[in-house]
């Protein structure tokens, strides 16, 4: 079946410095990425949706100079957290589109800010 | 305006009996529907998808759902539960066609031995 990773599962950082989350699809071509944030007992919130090549499009109220998102190829997304500050600990959450309308989703990475 | 609705946030049920979460929309166009399964601390798996035809969708671990149109909804059941079924469970559609899922708030699905 379509897998797609995460990269890191978990990661610590202090408040101010960058953080870079990458999603993969392993077996397969994404032409859609869509990135995830899911706070403790919520469901999950779109952050953002990428097409390879193109920028990517943002949903009201998620600051795109914040979360920077880069789908450089059919396989690869990327979400740098900029200048991470305690409110942004949380869960991220990819997902991937191959060509039909199922989502893949990533197992997620967990950002804790200091 | 379009959404998806899951009325219970949490559904206790003793092992090996029936379950069944609830999952209601509301959309004025076809929709594509979906049932996600997220244990702890872990990312979403696709549990099983009504996309068109047969109403009645069979998925992974033993769960089906099947797709109402004239009551907009598409319930999870299952009829026997395990303790490993405990999880969060998530109903989400896609309305549109910017292939974006509009998901319910999650049931949390939890099993008493």
């Known amino acids: 079946g379509a897998v797609v990773s995460q990269h890191p599962s978990r990661v610590i950082c202090k408040s101010g410095t960058s953080v870079k989350i990458e999603c993969r699809s392993l077996?397969?071509?994404?032409?859609?990425m869509f990135w995830y944030r899911q706070f403790p007992k919520q469901s999950l919130m779109l952050m953002a949706t990428?097409?390879?090549?193109?920028?990517?499009?943002?949903e009201q109220g998620v600051e795109k100079d914040k979360f920077l998102i880069n789908h450089a190829s059919l396989t690869l997304s990327t979400l740098t957290v900029t200048s991470a500050h305690p409110e942004d600990s949380s869960f991220y959450i990819c997902s991937a589109r191959e060509g039909g309308s199922t989502q893949y989703f990533g197992p997620g990475t967990r950002l804790t800010v200091l | 305006a379009q959404s998806v609705t899951q009325l219970d946030s949490q559904v206790p049920v003793f092992e090996e009996a029936p379950v069944e979460l609830r999952c209601n929309y509301s959309s004025s166009v076809s929709v594509y529907l979906f049932w996600y399964v997220q244990y702890p601390n872990q990312g979403l798996q696709l549990l099983l998808k009504?996309?068109?035809?047969s109403t009645l969708v069979k998925g992974i671990n033993g769960f089906e759902a099947e797709f109402n149109k004239s009551q907009t909804s598409f319930h999870l059941r299952k009829p026997s539960v395990h303790i490993s079924d405990t999880a969060e469970y998530f109903c989400?559609?896609?309305?549109?066609?910017?292939?974006?899922?509009?998901w319910g708030a999650g049931t949390k699905l939890i099993i008493k031995p």
């Open positions: 989400a559609a896609e309305m549109d066609s910017n292939y974006q899922l509009i």
């Open positions: 077996d397969f071509q994404a032409t859609t």
């Open positions: 009504y996309l068109s035809g």
């Open positions: 990428s097409n390879e090549g193109s920028k990517a499009t943002y």
